[in-house]
């Protein structure tokens, strides 16, 4: 009758990664919900294990209210980061102010979104599902679930911008590799995950410090390396609408083994060398690999049965080949005579 402690435990570490925090208050901490039940319960626990039971039964308490306490959404819902003045002097019929043109008005997608779309329409078509990343996250998320613990030398690859609460802008898509295999586990899990990523960068023509990712993972029995080099092929031909010759670079990333670089021949030149592809036939796109098994047993996925592989690709590169951009800062300073290009 009494509850397995150890089982309820089990059930938390799930619910903690998978429940919305009102979800979880609910769950966990309202009138009907499972601390008060276990209290009730308290009454039929024998004289002398009740005060043992009792002091569980606050830790499990402590233990949901604290992660209520910390999760990011609960900040961000607490304190809006900046308040808008909804009474701003402008007013777009005044003489005073200056009318916009016509087309100024009129708009467009970005290139960026533009290109976002067709990527997501080919892995759609594919059969991945989609899931966009957030724009801060936690030391956990960036991290933690990522085989980077604390102290790890390869958290210097990754240099970026955290707020006064300890919250991080994620350097890169892989910060949704937990949730994603949380969410859509168990395997067969297929999914993209794009999102904006920012780092702290010297920018030049081909860096930013603000920028997109697709992070792609995919999880089931049996997969293979070839796997992963025949889905990211497929895919590249069908974005670029070239057949493609490709080829792995060794590389390091602490959340897969083996880690590679991702090449591809040069979709304008054939290899024969051009600007795009700095005279060399060749283009670095992507870090991929196999994902690490401390990161499928992060995120609830038993790595004694299943294997997977992810790689996560910068957007605005892609736009850049695609739309034949030469530098990259173009896509972010809002230059209305740039963007009317597109
Ligand atoms: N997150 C890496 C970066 O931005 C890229 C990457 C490498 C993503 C390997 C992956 C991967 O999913 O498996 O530097």
Request: hydrophobic residues 30%; aromatic residues 10%.
């Given at each position: 009758m009494l509850k397995d402690f150890s089982q309820i435990l089990k059930e938390i570490d799930d619910d903690i990664h998978t429940l919305s925090q009102v979800e979880l208050k609910q769950k966990y901490l309202s009138k009907s919900g499972v601390i008060s039940k276990m209290f009730k319960e308290l009454?039929?626990?024998?004289?002398?294990?009740?005060?043992e039971y009792g002091l569980k039964i606050n830790q499990i308490k402590t233990l949901i209210e604290d992660n209520i306490k910390n999760r990011v959404e609960e900040k961000l819902e607490?304190?809006?980061?900046?308040?808008?003045?909804?009474?701003?002097?402008?007013?777009?019929?005044?003489?005073?102010?200056k009318k916009p043109h016509i087309l100024d008005l009129r708009g467009s997608s970005h290139p960026l979104m533009q290109e976002l779309e067709k990527i997501l329409d080919i892995f759609q078509r594919m059969g991945f599902n989609i899931l966009e990343s957030r724009q801060l996250d936690d030391d956990f998320h960036m991290f933690e679930s990522l085989n980077f613990p604390k102290g790890h030398p390869a958290r210097d690859m990754y240099d970026t911008f955290w707020t006064d609460d300890n919250f991080v802008l994620p350097a890169h898509t892989s910060t949704m590799q937990n949730r994603a295999l949380r969410k859509f586990g168990p395997p067969p899990i297929r999914v993209v995950l794009p999102g904006r990523c920012?780092?702290?960068e010297a920018t030049d023509a081909s860096h930013e410090h603000t920028f997109y990712q697709i992070e792609g993972i995919y999880v089931d029995k049996d997969i293979s390396f070839a796997n992963m080099l025949a889905t990211i092929?497929?895919?590249?031909?069908?974005?670029l609408e070239k057949e493609l010759e490709i080829r792995v670079q060794p590389a390091y990333f602490p959340f897969t083994e083996p880690d590679a670089e991702f090449v591809i021949s040069c979709p304008f030149?054939?290899?024969?060398g051009c600007s795009t592809c700095h005279y060399s036939g060749w283009i670095e796109l992507m870090g991929c690999?196999?994902?690490h098994p401390n990161v499928l047993n992060s995120g609830g996925i038993d790595s004694q049965i299943y294997s997977g592989f992810?790689?996560?690709v910068g957007l605005d590169r892609l736009?850049?080949?695609?739309?034949?951009?030469?530098?990259i800062r173009k896509l972010r300073d809002g230059d209305i005579n740039f963007l009317r290009q597109f």
């Open positions: 009454k039929e626990v024998p004289d002398k294990e009740k005060s607490d304190k809006p980061l900046f308040k808008i003045d909804p009474t701003a002097p402008f007013d777009i019929n005044s003489k005073k102010d920012f780092r702290n092929k497929s895919y590249l031909e069908e974005y030149c054939n290899k024969s690999g196999m994902i992810a790689w996560g736009t850049a080949i695609k739309r034949g951009i030469t530098d």
